[in-house]
Structure formats: structure tokens, C-alpha cells
């Protein structure tokens, strides 16, 4: 690595580090330009300048970006970004541009202990903490009090663990036994102009911080009906709600392999046969109260042993120090989108044309949405867009930029089971043609859904193998 800088979304440089003295003047302001001003779309996370390699991720609007004139592994290094994110984010709670002009003293003794002369070293937050002996600033955190509204007693929201490891046995100057467990999921979900669904998929992790003194072991217990990468294999996943054996056969290897063993009732010879039925059937379990859940694919951190995993779905493990995904999964099987849309286009004029755009929430009335984004393109000779809403929200707005030629809707809560209309209202320059129709969307959404995951992995329960009685650790 030649060099590394964070940059903010208006390109200032906020942390710039040379590592072996071959950096070219204005480096930042040329990636940012050909970020900011990229000829399609988002620029790739790899592209090169004059025979300089960029490689850079985005973090909460900010660009952590390294160069390099070798021929480096671009895999490896985006990698090695995000490690070093998940590091600075550790150490100053939270990863915002504030944080880092507070603590960038901290920073750049990090970044001396993680890379030395361009080459990575430490990448691990807890082996790290030997080396670092700068104290983080904290910074406050945002409220969020209005928008979440009443929790269950067990639950505290995410931004309840952004708070700087340094500080993890004096919270409030006092010991707190503590650990945070979440689970976070990422929707990708195509819709066709008809409203069905063309592609879907959830990227899932279940995220952990541990306050806990003494590092003891923890037990982490999934669904008891789940299945792990066998929905795509070449018998199918098949799930019986119930069934019943013949007497002669022995079923101490049918968990395990979901192979039968027995002496079939014949008189001749009676040889013993094994009969082997497809590995990931599943019996009985269909109908349990987690229901059936079906993972593509999943990987475990390290600290994770799995010697109970298939008997149980069960996980121990010693959590380390910081932030850490105890389970990432993947799942491309049909599921319910918590949110729906029905677009129609209508012509209201000559050189007008309206956008109607019905949004349904698909999710229980308990839960609700939270910093609901939706983005409509319009066509090229736009010349003004009248967006508005059915009905008034609080927290609710819409802006035409006109730069990028696209309607945004924001809404700040859209409780569940509940629907609303948006119209724009577009003006054109020219008479209203089939091909300015054609040019209208595709219609994208973000949005977040506290306390809901679609896929229904579930978190049984979490033991603390600590048996002290003064030992009272607190779970959320």
C-alpha cells in the first residue's frame, strides 16, 4: 500500500497517511473527482489513474480509500479496508466523520500499528489494545428516542453499543457485565413492472459486542429446524411434517447422515442393507414455532467452535474484544417483501405526466419502517416535478433534484400494515411520447425495519457460562 486517506462526501481530506514516500501531490482530489463525476453509474471499488490502483470502500458517507503501483490482490486489499474500518469504528465507538476529526490522533497510531511501510501487520482489535495507548473522544450519539418509540425491556436500540472498547469496563464509571447480539439483514429485491418478484435475496449477519469482564465462554442457540447449504443440492430440501419407521429399522445414524440401517424380514440370508435418504431432509420440524429456515450458504468467525452445531444449532465460543459477525448467511429462497409497490402512469396533459406510486407495508401493524427512501428517474427534458403525498406524515419529504433527474420521497416512520400514495406531477418540454414513458424509473427503495428479519432466524436463547453469584450480566 502506497497510500492511505479518508475522505468526507464533500472531499475533504480528513486522515492522509504516505507509507513509503512515493505518493503524487492532489492524489485525493483526483480520486474524488473521478468518483464524484464517474462516466455510468457508481464508480467500481477498483480503477486505475496513470498506472496508480484505487481501491476504496464507502462507510457511512465516507470514502477510506488506498493507493498502490504494484500489481496487489484488489480482493485482498478490499478486505484488508474493511478490517481496518471495523478497527477505527472499535476504538471511536462510532465511524462518522465527526469521530475520526476528534480522535484522529488515535488513528493514526493505529494505523502505525496496522501497516508498517505499506505492508499489513495487525488487523485485530484485541491484539492491538497492547499497542495502543491513546484514549478515544467520544462522540454523541444521535437520539433516536422519537423514531423508535416503546421497546421491549430486553431490547435497547443498535446505537446502544457504539461505545469505544477502551471504555468497556468503566460505562458510566462503573462495571457493566453486558453484551449486545443484533441481527442484521440485507434485502435485494427486483420487482417486474407487474408487481411480482423477478429476483431476491437476503445478505444476513448476526453482529455481537461483548462488555463482559472475564472473557467467559458463551453459547449462542439457533432455530432447531435450520438448514445450512444443502437447499441447492441435487435432491432438493424436503421437509415432512411427520412420519413413521418399519420395526426392524435402527435409527442411530439417521440424524447424522439420514442413513437407515436394517435386517429386512426375509429368510434368506438376511443380509443387513443401508438405505441412505437425501441429507437435507428435514422431518417434524416444518411447523415448529421458529419455522423452517433454509441458508444457502454461511460462514462462522474463528473464535467459533461447532462440535455441537449439527446435534444442536448450537455455537460456543470466547467472544473477542470489538464488534464481530458471529454468523454471515445468504439466502435466495422466495420470502415475503416487507414492502410492496404498484406504479402507474398516467397523462394529465400535453406535456404532462403523472406518476402515481402506491406503497403497501407488508409487515406486522407492531413493527414499522424507519428512513423509507424512495427514488424515482425522470426523463431527460424534465423541466419541473410537483411531488406530493396522499395523506400528511410526520417526518415526510420530497424534493426534485434536478441534477440528477430523479424524485426523492423520504419518510421518516411507515408503520406496518399501513399503505400510502405518491404522486409526481412532471412537466416537460416536449409533447408526452411513448419514449419519455420508457424513460421513467426504475423505481428504487431503501429503507430499515428495527426489531424484523425476514428470513425468521431466530436467537433461542445466549448462556453465559459464568457461575459466580455476583455475576449479573445484562443481554441485548
Known sequence: IGQFFILSPRGDTIINKDFRGDAIPGQQDLFFRKVKFWDKGDSPPVFQIDDISY??????????????????????????????????????????????????????????????????????????????????????????????????????????????????????????????????????????????????????????KSFLSGNPELRLALNEDLVIGKGNGSYGSVVLDDCNFHECVHLDEFESSRTLHFLPPVPLGNPELRLALNEDLVIGKGNGSYGSVVLDDCNFHECVHLDEF???????????????????????????????LYPTIEESGTYKVDVIIVLRADIPEANYGSNVTLRLPVPRNTVSVLPEFSIEMPGCSAEYNANEKKVLFNIRKFNGSSEISLRARITLDTPVTAAHKKEIGPISMSFEIPMYNVSNLQVRYLRISETHKSYNPCRW
Open 55 to 208: 481501491i476504496f470502500i464507502r462507510r457511512n458517507q465516507l470514502l477510506i480509500v488506498c493507493t498502490t503501483k504494484y500489481n496487489v490482490s484488489p480482493s485482498a486489499t478490499i478486505e484488508l479496508l474493511n478490517r481496518m474500518a471495523k478497527v477505527f469504528k472499535d476504538y471511536c465507538g462510532v465511524l462518522t466523520e465527526e469521530s475520526i476529526r476528534k480522535n484522529f490522533i488515535l488513528i493514526y497510531e493505529l494505523l502505525d500499528e496496522m501497516l508498517d511501510y505499506g505492508y499489513p501487520q495487525i488487523t485485530s482489535t484485541e491484539m492491538l489494545k497492547n499497542c495502543v495507548h491513546n484514549e478515544a473522544v467520544v462522540v454523541a450519539k444521535p437520539s433516536m428516542t422519537s423514531v423508535m418509540g416503546t421497546i421491549g425491556s430486553g431490547t435497547k436500540s443498535a446505537n446502544a453499543a457504539n461505545v469505544p472498547i477502551t471504555m468497556m469496563n468503566t460505562r458510566g464509571g462503573a462495571n457493566k457485565n453486558e453484551i449486545y447480539v443484533d441481527i442484521v439483514e440485507r434485502l435485494t429485491i427486483l420487482f417486474s413492472n407487474t408487481g411480482y418478484v423477478v429476483n431476491s435475496s437476503i445478505d444476513g449477519s448476526i453482529m455481537m
Open 310 to 340: 449439527e446435534s444442536s444449532r448450537t455455537l460456543h465460543f470466547l467472544p473477542p474484544d470489538g464488534e464481530f459477525a458471529v454468523l454471515n448467511y445468504r439466502i435466495t429462497a422466495d420470502y415475503r417483501a416487507p414492502f410492496k
